[in-house]
């Protein structure tokens, strides 16, 4: 037997563990700190109540011999399907197809389970700082030397160039707006030119909009196929655990366009063949609980926490901008980019942060090279702990 060595490829990730590792080691040298995670890259508000009323009653039909469900359909329940289609794609103008949207435990499993389908040899353009999923699971394809990293800098608002002509084609390219973790939105004129090359290039792009539900500005896009021409070129993959906090729960999906076709085949045949033959289901008690956010009352309640966790992040912005640090982010989006002051880097950074406020960060060059010289700090918490993190950053670092 002999094992895939791709894996010995993948570079350790340290990041979080290093992060809770340094926050207990803080913690057992200054006992009385009151510590305060601004680094949380998890909801924290409980699920709400209309989800959780339909979840009890698909309990209740589980357990009668009438309405027992077994195994669900691999792409998703019609009853559940039919709703996004009509509340995320029909009722925002956008022409999609029932069979087009294949319901899945989450967009993690997705974005990685969708290189199945290409060819090893295609080339795959990547940005910095990067979600590490996306790299990781093309390093386990066997995808190592075709990956072309994409800097993203305070310079062009934290969005990849768009390939010259003469550089190498990008085959498939991730991009993932609003973004984690920059906080980064693409309005519809640059994802247009993505969408113009990929088209002119015949390249696909993977869309990852799991945060499109924090988006609130009209010019920018929450889904890829607002863009003119995105069918032909565009996957899109979405997700319920920001939306309306089934990080828990595990729920999300995937759309393919029947309008995709390569090498004289549709992906959207290819996706279907991969997740029947290696994927079972969500299950039905979950489906029931997705289902219930499409209705008024349900897109209430989850704008009800959508907006208390943005006005965390504006309240970050505000208060580390007005502690003069240069920040980016904290609008249509749960996460600040905050820039560090020159003379430290990220990790220096995270540690006085620690040491000075006992505010606690992720450090950027976590997510990446590029990402050297930030600092993530997110909107999940309490709004009374992040007030409080925001008074100590204004006390140790305000002029
Ligand atoms: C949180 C997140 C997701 C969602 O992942 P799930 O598996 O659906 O929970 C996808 N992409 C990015 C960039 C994320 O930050």
Same mark, same amino acid.
């Given at each position: 037997m002999k094992i895939n060595k791709n894996f010995l490829d993948l570079e350790a990730s340290y990041l979080f563990s290093t992060v809770n590792k340094k926050t207990r080691e803080f913690i057992a040298s200054h006992p009385s700190a009151d510590v305060i995670k601004l680094?949380?890259?998890?909801?924290t508000k409980p699920i709400c109540p209309v989800v959780i009323d339909a979840m009890h009653k698909a309990v209740d039909e589980m357990a009668d011999a009438k309405t027992f469900r077994g195994y669900p359909p691999e792409q998703g329940y019609d009853f559940v399907r039919e709703k996004i289609l009509e509340w995320d794609y029909t009722k925002r103008g956008i022409d999609m197809k029932l069979d087009e949207i294949f319901l899945s435990d989450g967009a993690k499993s997705d974005c990685g389970n969708i290189?199945?389908?290409?060819?090893?040899d295609n080339t795959v353009a990547i940005c910095?700082?990067? $979600?590490?999923v996306y790299i990781d699971t093309n390093i386990m394809n066997g995808r190592k030397n075709n990956i072309i990293i994409m800097p993203c800098s305070a310079e062009t608002g934290f969005l990849p160039e768009i390939p010259s002509?003469?550089?190498?084609?990008?085959d498939i390219i991730y991009l993932c707006f609003p973004?984690?973790?920059?906080g980064a939105v693409a309005p519809k004129s640059y994802l247009k030119k993505w969408v113009d090359y990929a088209n002119a290039h015949h390249s696909v792009i993977l869309f990852?909009?799991? $945060?499109?539900?924090f988006v609130t500005e009209?010019?920018?896009?929450?889904?890829? $196929? &607002?863009?003119?021409?995105?069918?032909?070129c565009a996957i899109e993959l979405r997700s319920f655990s920001k939306t309306a906090g089934f990080t828990g729960l595990r729920c999300g999906y995937t759309v393919v366009p029947h309008?995709?076709?390569f090498d004289g085949t549709e992906l959207n045949a290819l996706w279907m063949r991969r997740q029947s033959t290696k994927f079972n289901g969500v299950s039905y008690i979950t489906q029931c609980g997705a289902a219930a956010i499409y209705s008024e009352e349900g897109q209430k309640q989850i704008q009800e926490n959508l907006s208390f966790y943005r006005e965390n992040a504006r309240l970050i912005f505000e208060g580390v901008t007005a502690a003069g640090f240069k920040a980016f982010g904290g609008k249509n989006s749960p996460y600040v980019w905050l820039q560090i002051p020159e003379g430290y880097t990220s990790w220096s950074f995270f540690d006085e942060l620690l040491e000075k406020c006992q505010v606690v960060g992720t450090p950027g060059s976590g997510f990446g090279q590029?990402? &050297?010289g930030y600092l993530r700090l997110t909107g999940f918490g309490s709004r009374e702990r992040t007030i409080e993190a925001i008074e100590r950053i204004k006390a140790s670092f305000g002029r």
């Open positions: 680094s949380i890259g998890d909801v290189g199945d389908i290409f060819a090893t910095d700082p990067v $979600y590490p002509d003469d550089a190498p084609v990008a973004n984690n973790p920059t990852d909009s799991a $945060y499109e539900a009209p010019d920018v896009p929450k889904s890829i $196929y &607002e863009i003119e021409g995105a069918k032909t309008e995709l076709v590029k990402g &050297e």
